[in-house]
């Protein structure tokens, strides 16, 4: 059983169409929510680290969002330079000796 | 400030061949950690070490093994090499140990084993 599941897998979007994405967990001992942003031949590029449920972090057209279970990337009016995929990773307490734990991703294409 | 620099950038060996890749971590930073990511798939932890001791590993056999430097350099060494190691490796820096601090990763190397 995947530890961090993200869905959609793939999602493509209009110019200017909002929309979100999820990532849901099942470890225990949270201690930290990461979202990365990676772009084709390049590594992930960090964006938010969440720690407790209610917590809410913005950058320009992002919204990351945590509730005990899953967090949401909210993506408002996008343009196609944000087209990426989209990764989700945890770190929790009797992980890897600090290593995230990531998911599969999203990959979201915006469309002129 | 320079960022996580890695080579080569790719590479081609043959199964049973041994392969090392190697990463220059980010200035200031003290941890390095090692993921493999396959082809649509997420990066995988190999392990981390922080000031020349590895201090976590993931899920991989002792084939996978490493090394960091005074500078904070590191390499990742890869013995009997499989067809399945076939993948973007990527090295990512810290400070802090990366305790809930972000990662700054490098654009990896792309392994092809053939």
């Known amino acids: 059983e995947d530890q961090v599941t993200q869905s959609p897998e793939a999602l493509r979007l209009q110019e200017g169409e909002s929309s979100s994405l999820n990532c849901s967990y099942t470890v225990s001992g949270l201690r930290g929510l990461f979202w990365y942003r990676q772009d084709p031949g390049k590594g992930p590029e960090f964006l938010f680290t969440?720690?407790?449920a209610g917590e809410e972090k913005e950058k320009e057209r992002l919204k990351a969002t945590l509730t005990k279970k899953e967090s949401f990337l909210h993506i408002t009016a996008p343009k196609p330079e944000d087209s990426a995929t989209y990764l989700c990773?945890?770190?929790?307490?009797?992980?890897?000796?600090?290593?995230?734990?990531f998911g599969k991703g999203t990959h979201l294409i915006i469309q002129p | 400030e320079t960022g996580v620099t890695q080579s080569p950038t790719h590479l081609i060996k043959t199964r049973g061949q041994q392969v090392t890749l190697r990463c220059s971590s980010q200035s200031g930073h003290n941890t390095v950690s090692w993921y493999q990511q396959a082809l649509g798939q997420g990066p995988q932890f190999i392990f981390q070490y922080y000031r020349e001791e590895e201090n976590g590993r993931g899920n991989f056999p002792p084939r996978f093994s490493g090394l960091q430097f005074p500078n904070y350099s590191s390499e990742l060494n890869v013995n009997a090499l499989e067809l399945d190691d076939s993948a973007l490796y990527l090295c990512?820096?810290?400070?802090?140990?990366?305790?809930?601090?972000?990662?700054?990763f490098g654009s990896g190397t792309q392994l092809s084993v053939l």
């Open positions: 990773a945890v770190q929790y307490s009797g992980g890897g000796a600090d290593g995230l734990t």
């Open positions: 969440l720690y407790s």
């Open positions: 990512a820096s810290s400070d802090n140990r990366g305790l809930n601090e972000k990662l700054f």
